[in-house]
């Protein structure tokens, strides 16, 4: 099994900063992918953004030029720094990471969750 651990969720005001950390640990050969999602009440999970292990990156439009990914393949570790965040960015952040157990079986695993709230 592998596991996904979020943390750095919290209370900011309008046009301040977080980072989120996520750390995937257990039976892990290799992950092609950790990604960032977040699901506000009432709507669909989306996502925020995601990064290959060779670094390849991808954006919501909503969050492009505020937030950045950024991966620490050594530590299966993955972070999001969030800039200028705006009330409409509240929502429970989930991390994803997608890779590989061994040479044949694969893994889609999901964190419980962190809350970021963006009100003054």
């Known amino acids: 099994q592998v596991q996904v651990v979020e943390s750095g969720g919290g209370l900011v005001q309008p046009g301040g900063s977080l980072k989120l950390s996520c750390a995937a640990s257990?039976?892990?050969?290799?992950?092609?992918?950790m990604g960032w999602y977040r699901q506000a009440p009432g709507k669909e999970r989306e996502l925020v953004a995601s990064?290959?292990?060779?670094?390849?990156?991808n954006y919501a439009d909503s969050v492009k030029g505020r937030f950045t990914i950024s991966r620490d393949n050594a530590k299966n570790t993955v972070y999001l720094q969030m800039n200028n965040l705006k009330p409409e960015d509240t929502a429970v952040y989930y991390c994803?990471?997608?890779?590989?157990?061994?040479?044949?079986?694969?893994?889609?695993?999901w964190g419980q969750g962190t809350q970021v709230t963006v009100s003054s």
């Open positions: 994803n990471a997608d890779g590989w157990s061994n040479r044949w079986r694969k893994f889609g695993s």
């Open positions: 990064i290959t292990s060779g670094g390849s990156t």
């Open positions: 257990g039976r892990i050969f290799s992950i092609d992918a």
